[in-house]
């Protein structure tokens, strides 16, 4: 019988997307409240691989990420999703509290879904992402979560597997991830737990 162990700690990372770049620094003061301090930020990506969130977010979409310096229990994953959803409706409100009042020619047309915020996080060894949506390739956590594993590290790289968001499989995002591994590893390091099942 195997030998019950205490997971160890990961590095949270959330995937956003949004038309408007202004929108991640809107969720950004949230989202530090909820996992501490930003450790990295990535560049704006083009979010141009697939038009499925055109209808609710808009046509021309961007891609961010942030990593957070602090080391966490990967248990909590499924508490993180349902809180980044609350933060996108928040988000929104915060937004729409700032418009110019109704009937102004300044007023801005916000998508039906401002931000969209992906919440997960890196070991070594995987880039995991949580999910409302269930799939062949995703397993149930709790309270309508669900997880999987979106890119795993092979060797020197990061490797997609059949159900991997194209985006992801594209490779765009590979060295920034990488970035985020490495400071996740030495993070790791430097607390003291054991690299095997980083």
């Excluded at 019988?1 to 809107?26: I, K, N, S, Y």
């Excluded at 988000?91 to 700032?98: D, F, G, M």
Aim: aromatic share 12%.
């Amino acid at each position: 019988m195997g030998e019950v162990r205490t997971p160890r700690f990961v590095t949270p990372l959330v995937a956003m997307l949004a038309g408007d770049p202004a929108h991640f620094e809107v969720a950004k003061g949230p989202l530090e409240a909820l996992f501490g301090p930003i450790g990295l930020e990535s560049p704006l990506y083009p979010f141009d691989k697939t038009d499925y969130y055109a209808a609710s977010m808009g046509a021309v979409l961007h891609r961010k990420f942030f990593s957070f310096e602090r080391l966490a229990d990967p248990g909590e994953l499924a508490g993180w999703k349902l809180a980044t959803n609350a933060m996108e409706a928040d988000v929104k409100r915060t937004l729409c509290s700032a418009a110019p009042p109704r009937g102004t020619e300044s007023l801005p047309n916000l998508p039906e879904r401002p931000v969209n915020l992906d919440v997960g996080y890196i070991t070594g060894a995987k880039l995991v992402l949580a999910s409302t949506k269930d799939f062949a390739h995703r397993l149930y956590l709790r309270d309508g979560i669900f997880a999987e594993i979106t890119l795993s590290f092979r060797g020197d790289s990061w490797v997609g597997h059949q159900f991997t968001f194209p985006d992801f499989k594209s490779g765009m995002y590979d060295a920034f991830l990488k970035q985020v591994r490495d400071r996740h590893l030495r993070k790791v390091k430097d607390s003291g737990q054991r690299r095997t099942n980083a």
